[in-house]
């Protein structure tokens, strides 16, 4: 097993090509539409990935902001690469211990699936080479890139997409590790270093899709599948892991097609419309009434290896389906699951007989309004079977939210790269390199190190800061005199559980003020430790103030300084039941202390000192 990582993360150093600022809006301005077709690169030759895409002659629909200028609508030519962001990857690079090129050369990387205007992507290569430590073991970086980042899809339809032209042109950092990863917790634990190393910086964007990953995964006989576009740290090793059990999985049908003999699709296409005519169920019931087509592609020797192997969810049918899905039909019915979809026995018989199949042949069927599309998607269907019989075929596949991927578009080459002519080389100096490498940040390893010297705080929740990017606020607030342990149970832990609690799009931040208030308010004792998560939750969901948090969550009463006077009363008031119960009747008049406290003492308190008054009226001789 080989894994590899590409790490793409936004800059916060304005747009890599022009002025424009880098916050995402949702006000339309204007929108304008256009058709891109793939063309020859450097070479000549067209990219399959860039021809996949072309094929689909899909419509693409922008939506502009007052955040765009002209260049984002390709109307504009661009203007000099950011300076602030090409340092931020020269930094990196001389973090990681790369070498950085003698001159930055930008790049037009096609891209026709209609996320940038103008067919391709900018890039440039910053660095190559370096390596990266990550729990000893050592980790090979390939090269450093910076590019720009493409439009925003909003929505999607069978003939076209809609993209908002917003985060179109904030630059990305791409980081492109070597396939010596070998299993999916590594690849996650090399994400987040990569991760930690970029925050470091400082001028890194943070939120929902400010970081995504690409991972490249191969088996021993397999083939290289890269999965794009990964924006959560934790399901990596799912995503890698389910791949590695899909290739074992179609390599394992491979053999047992080999075994039936099964070849390659010959027959074209057969219209076999006319056979649904008495089906009421499904979706292939009255096609011809529907204005329909049904189509069916024989499969020689396929038979029974459509279908999921025992244990396992993965199935050669589904990565047939996704063939037709790539060319906009909804999917395809195949053999192993019919009878079913309001099919009955003697459908699938009469299928059969018409296309002349054997016991061990399989077949395919495809329903669609137009017949051209349904050819396609068969071709399509066919090229895929064959592709079963030689073991499996190189792709992009995109990730789903149950850790499954679908297929994309073939894998991109060589062939989709140019030079831009509208962008001047950069040159990069000793000099320029000196004073970087004079002004480098804490490496994440050298910050872990120094802050549990320097606050005694555990190694994995010092690692949690360091790779949330939180270290910054950690040492403000300890600065003004917080603990350091409250303060980091704020940050990697309160603060993160309300921020999942709330709405989605909601803001999930506290300024450094307000946490400094919040936690100075729990250490005099206005609440308890155990109520910070109350409050934060109340201070993001929208309270103008820390009183009118409290308020919101029960929690505003005045100070309670002597606690030993409310456990004695309470003790006191259940005299009969201390005397009769000794310590067992600690645990139902806890709950009457509590709510005489209301949360504004810890709970640690109110136990020691209900159980000195408890030990207090024990020790009184009996009336």
Known sequence: MKVGLEVHQQLATGKLFCACPTELSEEVTGAFSRRLRASGGENRAVDPAAAFQAARDLLYSYESTPNNCLVEMDEEPPRPLN??????????????????VDEVEVMRKMVVDGSNTSGFQRTALIATGGHLEVRGRRHAIETICLEEDAARRIANSKDGVTYRLDRLGIPLIEIATAPDITGGQEAREVAEEIGALLRATGRVRRGIGTIREDLNVSIEGGARIEIKGVQDLRKIEEYTDREVGRQETLLSVRELLLRQH?????????????????????PTSGATRKGNV????????????????????ERLGRELADQARSTGLGGLLHSDELPGHGLEADDVARVRATLGLQENDGFVLVVDRSRERAVAALRRVAAR??????GIPGETRDPLPDGRTRYSRPLPGRDRMYPETDVPPVPITAEHLAELRAHLPERPAEQRARLVRSYQLPEELVRQLVGSGDVGSLETLVQRGRGPGLVARL????????????????????????MDALLAAAEDGRFSKEGIPKVVGALLAGAATLDAALAEVGLSGPRVDDLDAVADRVVRANASLVRERGEAAFSPLMGDVMR?????????????????SIARLRAEPSA
């Open 262 to 282: 099964a070849s390659p699709a010959l027959a074209p296409p057969r219209d076999v419309t006319e056979l649904f005519e008495t089906v009421r169920l499904g």
């Open 385 to 390: 079977a064959a592709a079963a019989l030689e």
């Open 83 to 100: 300076p602030a962001a090409l340092d931020t990857a020269l930094q990196l690079a001389l973090l990681l211990g790369s070498r950085p």
């Open 596 to 612: 005489e406290v209301r949360g504004r003492r810890d709970g640690q308190e109110i136990a020691e000192a209900l159980r000195r």
């Open 294 to 313: 049904v189509l069916a592609l024989s499969l020689p020797g396929f038979a029974n290896r459509l279908r999921s192997s025992p244990g396992s969810e």
């Open 491 to 514: 940050l990697t832990q309160d603060l993160p559980a309300a921020v999942v609690a709330l709405p989605l799009g909601s803001e999930g931040t506290l300024s450094l003020e307000t």
